[in-house]
């Protein structure tokens, strides 16, 4: 996926050093071209030689030793970089480049590059709060330079809190979703995710096996290809994308009136999400009680929630809005149904009985419909996948309305 990009990796001196090693390894594996620059501090974490195994390539270090082939280094580096990541990021590190130091070979190079920088800070958490780091954190970032935000947990310090570096996995991931296009910029989607839960009383209540995994894998996506996402989620107990504005609700009421707040200036809408139909028409203010005795039985009275999609696809208003079908039966018959119900313009419908599609699943199984009726069946395949599909056709829709 990284095949031809040149990509300088900075290591500077903590102890995440260590899991930057991964990184290297993992950008190789996509077949990035990478070259590593350490600080002089960085070497007692991780030896060059470490680095240089994994890259292929020769690590640099030392801003006046002998050069190998005759090359100011840290300008053909800098020239040479497609990409230009930093990780760990010490304090130090990002306090230089924010004040315009450039003491060493890494803090020249970067200097002198005109890629696209990336941090990846890693430290304690203290210091990562600081608010002297926070403003050059600001700062950079307002003079373009991207930041990996760090995880939350244990710190090598023992210390609990933020400042942990981003996972391998992400960081590459990051990395990759720089070089893809950001066709959807400019393109606000509105995304609801999750299933939705109507409360009995204080201590009970009704929901859905939904886990929010499709609708949040698509806000991701919509995200990483440019758009403004706006995900409006049931409750999850997944982590929110980066960059998406997160809007939590429980019940579908609550899910109607937050599509109602983004609705107007939204470009895309779509509805992932698995709201209820029905809530209790009372919820008890204290917990119910059980009554022993021949013939204790609960009855409760639902009555119906509003459709947020159909009352979005009744107004419209030059959207596109596309839908989600849940079946168990007849599954094309019903989809077309709410497709022209709910005046979607493309319907992607599972079959939730189905293994490895639905609810809970990392894959699914769709079938998508188009307004013209026409039905295009998809194997299996991850939910990534399918939210590259659905994202494909909202972009070719987008186009045609100009
Ligand atoms: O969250 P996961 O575990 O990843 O599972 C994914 C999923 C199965 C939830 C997802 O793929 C899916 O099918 N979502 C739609 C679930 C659903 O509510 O389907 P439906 O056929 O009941 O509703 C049709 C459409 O109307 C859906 O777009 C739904 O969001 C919408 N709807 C339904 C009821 C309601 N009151 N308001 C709505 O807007």
Same mark, same amino acid.
């Given at each position: 996926m990284l095949k031809g990009k040149n990509i300088i990796v900075g290591v500077t001196g903590g102890i995440a050093a260590y899991k930057v090693v991964d990184v290297v390894s993992r950008l190789k594996k996509n077949r990035a071209n990478v070259e590593v620059i350490m600080t002089k501090n960085a070497t007692k974490f991780v030896t060059p030689l470490t680095f240089q195994t994994l890259a292929l390539n020769a690590v640099y270090v030392d801003m006046f030793k002998e050069p190998k082939h005759y090359d100011v280094e840290?300008?053909?580096?800098?020239?040479?970089?497609?990409? @230009?990541?930093?990780?760990?990021?010490? *304090?130090?590190?990002? #306090?230089?480049?924010?004040?315009?130091?450039?003491?060493?070979?890494?803090?020249?190079?970067? /200097?002198?590059?005109?890629?696209?920088?990336? @941090?990846a800070p890693a430290m304690n958490t203290n210091m990562y709060l600081n608010p002297i780091v926070q403003q050059n954190i600001e700062k950079l970032k307002g003079l373009g330079y991207e930041f990996i935000e760090p995880g939350v947990g244990l710190l090598a310090c023992q210390a609990y809190g933020p400042g942990r570096m981003a996972e391998p996995v992400d960081i590459v991931e990051y990395v990759i979703n720089s070089f893809k296009e950001k066709e959807l910029a400019g393109k606000k989607i509105v995304v609801t995710a999750g299933p939705t839960m109507e409360p009995l009383d204080p201590?009970?209540? %009704?929901?859905?096996?939904?886990? #929010? +995994? /499709? #609708?949040y894998t698509i806000a991701n996506l919509a995200s990483l290809k440019g758009a403004e996402v706006v995900l409006i989620s049931g409750p999850t107990h997944l982590d929110p994308p980066r960059n998406v504005k997160l809007v939590k609700v429980n019940t579908t009421m609550e899910m109607f009136n937050a599509v109602k707040e983004e609705f107007d200036t939204c470009h895309v809408l779509i509805k992932a999400a698995a709201p209820l139909d029905y809530r209790?028409?009372? %919820?008890?203010? =204290? +917990?119910?009680?059980?009554?022993?005795?021949?013939?204790? =039985?609960?009855?409760?009275? &639902?009555? $119906?929630?509003?459709?947020? *999609? =159909?009352? @979005?696809?009744?107004i419209k208003k030059g959207k596109?809005? %596309?839908? &989600? *079908?849940?079946?168990?039966?007849? /599954? %094309?018959?019903? *989809?077309? =149904?709410?497709? $022209?119900?709910?005046?979607?313009?493309?319907?992607?419908?599972?079959n939730v009985k189905e293994s490895g599609a639905g609810f809970k699943t990392e894959t699914n199984i769709v079938t998508i419909i188009d307004r013209d009726g026409s039905v295009k069946e998809y194997p299996i395949m991850s939910k990534e996948k399918v939210a590259e599909i659905i994202l494909d056709k909202v972009k070719v829709l987008l186009n045609n309305k100009g």
């Open positions: 840290h300008i053909s580096l800098a020239e040479k970089a497609d990409l @230009f990541l930093i990780a760990p990021a010490t *304090a130090n590190i990002i #306090g230089k480049i924010a004040n315009g130091i450039a003491d060493d070979l890494l803090t020249t190079t970067i /200097m002198a590059t005109t890629s696209k920088v990336i @941090f201590v009970r209540y %009704v929901t859905n096996h939904s886990s #929010g +995994k /499709m #609708g209790p028409e009372t %919820v008890s203010s =204290e +917990k119910i009680k059980k009554k022993d005795g021949e013939k204790d =039985e609960l009855n409760i009275k &639902f009555v $119906r929630n509003p459709d947020i *999609a =159909e009352y @979005f696809g009744s596109i809005i %596309v839908g &989600f *079908a849940a079946e168990t039966n007849n /599954m %094309v018959e019903y *989809a077309k =149904e709410k497709l $022209r119900k709910k005046n979607f313009d493309f319907i992607v419908a599972n």
